[in-house]
Each structure stands twice: as structure tokens, then as C-alpha cells.
């Protein structure tokens, strides 16, 4: 009975009973029902001290005998990145799993802002490694699929999987019918699929290496600049890696020092990548192996004048004679031409002119090129331009970038077949919403990890698409920028944008949505998040910012800061911010405003601006008058006792925002007193400042 299986388990990170360890403690074993009561009662220990499994009955923590003798009997999944809550992800694992039994629970490390978690899944009969490790895979994708991602950390053999321990926040949810999963039969489909895929991987390495040995065969010197690119030619990354005792699965590799098991090198184009810092070929995200590079590191420990040495004499030759022997010759030979020769006018090379490079004759060619003063975005972004949007979270950007997307579509400005909106920064709820506006439409909706579209990928696609002819006219809208390039980086930021300027000289469109820093400037104005590269390379930059809200209505301002083309300086939108209601409702609600609300809500971002920039100094004197109606020259004294602000700065703001209208600004008013004396009072319906920052303070007393 599957009940009686006894799976491998442990104590603490470091207990192990390998023949190669100098400490060993015989393992544990644990069955399904002890697995179960654990989920209802947790442990309550230090991690160090915290009970594991192996999802295998053989007792070892060896990938490479779990591999080629392990008989798994539990799927399991590891989730690390604020997955759903409990209750959400049981409604997810009934359709996943078809209805079979599982156990859940939050990890030792979860909190309620973090809901860290464990699925563990019983299997109704005994894998073996290759497809364990395949079912273990397709559970991630679905999971991933669903913007829940999972740490494949737990698609390694031998890799632990910490049983219930009690945290801060514990919840578990079970469901135990005795439905036991069988991932062969309700995965049939997926596992051919992936097991197809593996095997087309290899197939491809298999061409490319049969069609490199006929290069081989057949190699000149004319073949090649060098002697690298000779041996690129003649030799595949593949062959090198599977010579120095690298394990192969499909197109990735496992180098033989592997303590995880991953297979974590991947061959691609022509050369390899490696992830893991273990492996010799890891290179921390400076560039992949071509075939020498790989030959020089494991065979020669990245010794470069060794590996050209021996590889021009032992492993390339030109016809019977081997390369350095050929390329002697060839040397030698050209020693017979004459100093005429090589002095022969039609070979001296020609005195540099800067005129070679006028474009001077191509204006037609140029003009027919152009695309028409169209707009994407109405009023805000052009047809083959880049348009950066900057706005802090939970101001709209997304909604009234779709407002004003549909809104060009409907006026015909753009066809939606041309359009693709990449959404890599949402719920899985809010992809649906999303998606279904797409599809209502006819513009595309392009998600990451979906159907095979990978964000980091992004400069690549957009250099096919230039390759082929195929830019101009389409529109690209990423949401957000941050997804597809590192912002923080100079070098990669501006690497990107190299792509998406030639992706737009040749008449596409980008529109980039991006974020601002959390804390204002001395202004009290919106900061953009990351390098400049996205406005330095861009034709066309708005910061969106919120101005008011009240009512359930929020009012947002869209200000120009950099042009190159008739766009608004300025726009101004409202829509509504009730609880509850549905997203194509919230889009509906969207309004531009007319040239009088405009003007009001420029007047309430210029109030609300100055009342951040004076938040502290305004927070002193309301500390004060919260106690009671005082008199100006005691008010002054109070605040500026407890505050440190200086009397003048207290004076300024006091007259700034002294007035009877909330809406404009003024947080309290004048009762007169005796003898014309100035009494202040506190203006009603007061809602509280913003808590103020260390910044706040420094400008408070002119610091």
C-alpha cells in the first residue's frame, strides 16, 4: 500500500550518511501519514534543527544514484516569490492536479506580506528519475503559467524539501480523499511534449555537429580570418563539453563537479552559457563559450597560447598538412612579392574623407521612408516614436495608457493587428481583464513565460524584426520598461536602447511605461527611476503625476518634458478609484479634462507641489494648534521651540496657508481677538500631512 512507503528524510541541513563524508548519521524515513500529521501539528524548531525529505525511497543525498536508481513516489512545489494565499492556491492545485490529493502549508519563513509555501503531492505508483524530473518540470510551467512562480530548484534529484515548521504565520490546507496522482496519465499529453522537445534539442546539436565535421574536412585558410574562427568552423561546443565529462540533457549541460545536479549549462547558437558558479565555464554574466573558448578553459585552464599552439598543430589541418604548417606556407609565399608590388598604386590605400559618409542623393529615399505626424497614443505619443511615461505606482499609467490606446484605435489612427502590448508587470487576475480588452480590440496582449516569449529576449526580437523588413509600422508597448532591461545599469540601459533606436529608425514605435523613485526632489517633484538612457534615447518623455483625489475620483496630469514632434505639453484625466468595481468599469470612467478643470488641476498639483515641499513646516505648526487656538507670536515661539524651524520660515508658511478654503491649501484661519489681535485656529475637515521625511526636515530649516 502506497501508505506504507517510506520516503528519505533527515535532520538539519548537514545530516547525511555518504560513504565520502567524514561524519554519518544513518537517514530517517518518513511515510505519508507522519507527513500528514506533521501539516496539522508542525514542528517548532530552528531551520538547523528542522526535519526534511527526499521524495525518493532510496537513502541517499547523491543526484547522481538518485538519478540512476531513485524511485520517486511526491511531486513538490516551493513557493518563495508572495505566491496566492493558501485558500487561493487550493482552487489553482484542484484544476492542476485534476482533483487529487495534496498537502499545503506556509514555510518557517512566511509572513503575511509574504506568503511563502509548500505543495506536496502523492503519486499513486513509483518514477523513475527521467520522468519524475519531467512531471516535476510541467508542474513549475503550469504554476509559472499562472504568474505563480515556483523555485525549480526542487526539479534536482536529491534536492530537500523542509517538512512543516512552525513561523511566524502558519496556515496549512489538505485535501485527503485518497485520490492519489498520476501525472503519467493526466500529463500524457505534456510529458510527449517535453520528452519531443528534448529529443529535437539533441537532434539539433547532432546536425550541427555533423555539419561541422564536413567543415572540417573541407577547411582553407580563406575560411577564416583566424585560427579561433577556423576551429569555431571545424569544432561544436557540444562535442568539447561531452569530451571534458559533461552530462547532457537535451541542449543543456551538467558539468561532472556538479554537487546540485542541475543541468544549469545551456548551448545556444553555437555557445554555451553557464549558471552555475561551481562550473569552470561560469563567467558571472560577462558572455557565453564559443567552441575554442570552451576547449581553452577545460582543457588548457584557460590558457590561450597553449590551446591555439595545439589546436594549430594537432587539431586542424588543411588538407594533408595541419593548420600552423599551412599557414607557414602560405606566409612564406607571400615574402615572394616584389616591393613594387606592394607599392603598386591601385593597392596603396586611399587618404581618408569624411565626404564617403554623406548622405547627400538619399533625401527621396529617406522622405519615402518617413511616416506620417500619426498618433498611438492621442496627443501623447507619435508613430515612429520612443515615448517614455514615468509614473509612481497607483497613478494610472497602464489605465489611461489603454484608455488612450483604444481610444486611437477606434479613431483609426493605428491598425490593432499592428499593435503588441508586452504586460510583464501583473496579477494573473489583471492579465485576464487585460487580455480580454485585447481580444475585445484586435490589438495583441504578449505576456513573459507565455507561449514561449521571453522579456529578456526582447533586443533580440526587435533585431529580427529589423533583419527582416518588418518594423515599420509596428507598435510595441512595454509594461514596464524595468522587465526588459536593467534600469540601474549604464551600460546594459544604454545597450537597449541602441536596439529600440534602430528598431525605430526603421519605422517602428516604442512605448516604454517606467517608474519614479520613491522620495521627491528638493522641488518636491517626481524622480525617474534608473539612468537617463530611456529619456537620453527617446524622442518623447511625460511624467504622470496624480494631483487630487476625493470622492472616489482621482485627477492625474500628464506633463511633457521632453519633444521632438506636435505633442500636448500638458493633459489632464480623471477616472474613478471606487472599491470593488471591475476594470472595464474603472477604464470607462476615464475623462479628459476640459480646458477649465485642466487649469484647476494644474493649480491643485502647483498647491499640492509646494504643500509637500513645506509638509514639515506645516506639520510643526499644526502639532501646536492641535493643542489649542493660540495667538501668532505664540505660535510662532511654540513651534519653532519644538521644531528648531527658523521664526521666518514659520511666518511664511503661517501666511501661505491661512485661509478659509481646505481645497486650496489653507490648514487654518484667524479669529480675531482683542485689540486686533490675530488668533489661529485650525481649518476643519483636516486630513493628515504625509509623514515627513528626513528630506522634509532639512528643507524646513533651510538646511
Not at 620 to 648: G, P, W, Y
Amino acid at each position: 500500500m502506497l501508505s506504507d512507503i517510506k520516503l528519505t528524510s533527515g535532520i538539519g541541513q548537514y545530516h547525511t550518511n555518504e560513504p565520502d563524508k567524514a561524519i554519518r548519521t544513518p537517514y530517517l524515513t518518513i511515510g505519508i501519514d507522519d507527513i500528514r500529521c506533521l501539516v496539522d501539528n508542525p514542528q517548532v524548531v530552528d531551520k538547523t534543527q528542522a526535519q526534511w525529505l527526499i521524495p525518493s525511497t532510496l537513502p541517499s543525498r547523491n543526484f547522481k544514484d538518485q538519478e540512476q536508481n531513485g524511485q520517486y513516489f511526491m511531486l513538490w512545489v516551493d513557493l518563495d516569490k508572495n505566491p496566492p494565499p493558501l485558500t487561493d492556491l487550493a482552487a489553482i492545485m484542484e484544476t492542476v492536479l485534476g482533483g487529487a490529493d495534496y498537502e499545503s502549508y506556509n514555510t518557517s519563513s512566511a509572513t503575511a506580506e509574504n506568503q511563502k509555501a509548500r505543495i506536496l503531492i502523492f503519486l499513486d505508483q513509483p518514477l523513475g528519475f527521467a520522468e519524475w524530473n519531467l512531471a516535476q518540470e510541467i508542474l513549475n510551467d503550469k504554476l509559472e503559467a499562472l504568474n505563480i512562480i515556483p523555485d525549480r530548484a526542487n526539479q534536482r534529484s536529491a534536492q530537500l524539501c523542509y517538512l512543516p515548521n512552525k513561523g511566524q504565520l502558519y496556515r496549512s490546507q489538505s485535501k485527503r480523499e485518497g485520490v492519489f496522482f498520476n501525472p503519467l496519465l493526466i500529463w500524457a499529453k505534456e510529458i510527449d511534449s517535453k520528452q519531443q522537445m528534448l529529443e529535437v534539442e539533441r537532434l539539433a546539436l547532432e546536425v550541427q555537429q555533423r555539419i561541422t565535421m564536413a567543415k572540417k574536412t573541407a577547411l582553407k585558410l580563406s575560411d577564416a580570418p583566424n585560427l579561433i574562427g577556423a576551429f569555431n568552423l571545424a569544432y561544436t561546443v557540444q562535442e568539447w563539453l561531452l569530451s571534458a565529462g559533461y552530462a547532457q540533457r537535451g541542449n543543456s549541460f551538467r558539468h561532472p563537479h556538479s554537487e546540485s545536479g542541475s543541468y544549469s549549462a545551456t548551448v545556444k547558437d553555437g555557445r554555451v552559457n553557464a549558471l552555475s558558479s561551481n562550473d569552470p565555464l561560469y563567467t558571472d554574466g560577462k558572455g557565453a563559450h564559443d567552441a575554442f573558448s570552451v576547449y581553452a578553459t577545460l582543457f588548457h585552464r584557460g590558457d590561450i597560447g597553449a590551446a591555439l599552439t595545439t589546436a594549430g598543430n594537432d587539431l586542424l589541418t588543411i588538407g594533408a598538412i595541419s593548420y600552423n604548417k599551412a599557414l607557414q606556407i602560405e606566409w612564406a609565399n607571400s615574402k615572394t612579392d616584389t616591393e613594387q608590388n606592394k607599392q603598386h598604386a591601385n593597392n596603396e590605400p586611399q587618404p581618408f574623407n569624411l565626404a564617403k559618409f554623406s548622405l547627400n542623393g538619399s533625401s527621396k529615399k529617406m522622405r519615402d521612408q518617413m511616416l506620417e505626424d500619426v498618433f498611438v497614443l492621442p496627443d501623447i505619443a507619435l508613430l515612429g516614436q520612443a515615448t517614455v511615461i514615468y509614473a509612481a505606482p497607483n497613478t494610472g499609467k497602464t489605465l489611461l495608457t489603454l484608455h488612450l490606446l483604444i481610444d486611437g484605435i477606434k479613431q483609426g489612427c493605428v491598425g490593432g493587428n499592428d499593435i503588441f502590448y508586452i504586460n510583464a508587470d501583473d496579477t494573473h487576475k489583471g492579465l485576464v481583464e487585460k487580455l480580454e480588452l485585447a481580444e475585445q480590440h484586435g490589438f495583441n496582449m504578449l505576456v513573459p513565460r507565455h507561449k514561449g516569449f521571453e522579456a529578456d529576449q526582447l533586443s533580440g526580437y526587435l533585431g529580427s524584426m529589423i533583419a527582416n523588413n518588418d518594423a515599420r509600422g509596428k507598435v510595441l508597448i512595454l509594461d514596464t520598461a524595468k522587465k526588459f532591461t536593467d534600469l540601474m545599469d549604464k551600460k546594459v540601459g544604454s545597450k537597449f536602447m541602441e536596439s529600440a533606436r534602430e528598431f525605430v529608425s526603421k519605422g517602428g514605435t516604442l512605448i516604454m511605461l517606467a517608474h519614479v523613485n520613491k522620495h521627491k526632489d528638493a522641488e518636491g517633484k517626481s524622480v525617474r527611476a534608473g539612468t537617463t538612457d530611456l529619456v537620453d534615447d527617446g524622442d518623447c518623455a511625460y511624467m504622470l503625476d496624480a494631483v487630487s483625489e476625493s470622492d472616489d475620483i482621482k485627477s492625474v496630469l500628464f506633463s511633457n518634458f521632453k519633444n521632438r514632434g506636435d505633442v500636448a505639453s500638458e493633459l489632464g484625466f480623471t477616472y474613478s478609484t471606487a472599491k470593488g468595481q471591475q476594470y472595464v468599469s474603472r477604464l470607462q470612467s476615464v475623462k479628459q479634462l476640459n480646458e477649465q478643470q485642466h487649469a484647476a488641476a494644474k493649480q491643485a498639483k502647483s498647491i499640492a507641489d509646494q504643500m509637500d515641499r513645506d509638509s514639515f513646516t506645516i506639520n510643526a505648526i499644526l502639532e501646536v494648534l492641535n493643542r489649542s487656538d493660540m495667538l501668532k507670536t505664540d505660535l510662532v515661539d511654540a513651534a519653532h521651540k519644538e521644531s528648531c524651524i527658523s521664526k521666518q520660515k514659520l511666518n511664511k508658511v503661517l501666511f501661505d496657508y491661512c485661509g478659509s478654503d481646505f481645497n486650496r491649501g489653507h490648514r487654518w484661519y484667524i479669529i480675531p481677538g482683542n485689540k486686533n489681535a490675530k488668533v489661529y485656529s485650525k481649518l476643519g475637515h483636516f486630513q493628515n500631512m504625509k509623514k515627513a521625511s528626513a528630506d522634509d526636515y532639512r528643507r524646513a530649516k533651510g538646511l
